[in-house]
């Protein structure tokens, strides 16, 4: 498993604290350069969040994304039901979300 700075893990419970009101968050899993070890200072902080309550996965991440403002930019929230999550995750995206991914 990578070693996140401490400063990263804060900055994501942080988010997650902030979007529970508009989300019933069922897990959150770093992804992406975070999880493979191989970020920079500027790397994007990758966030897979899988919610109960999504209708819509794409309007659901729009509605979040403002929500890193004032806690770190560099989050890249992307949004998924628990049903999308568990049907499609051996594909795209999903499928490194599983197979790399770190639940925080």
Do not use: H
Request: proline residues 4%; charged residues 30%; glycine residues 6%.
């Amino acid at each position: 498993m990578a070693k996140i700075p401490p400063q990263v893990i804060e900055s994501i419970k942080k988010f997650k604290e902030r979007i529970s009101s508009d989300l019933k968050i069922t897990k959150v899993i770093l992804f992406g350069s975070y999880s493979k070890g191989t970020f920079s200072e500027g790397s994007d902080i990758d966030l897979c969040i899988i919610a109960e309550n999504v209708d819509n996965s794409f309007l659901s991440t729009l509605r979040i994304a403002p929500k890193v403002i004032g806690i770190d930019l560099r989050i890249e929230p992307l949004v998924f039901s628990l049903k999308d999550y568990e049907e499609n995750s051996n594909f795209g995206i999903l499928k490194e979300v599983k197979e790399k991914g770190i639940e925080i």
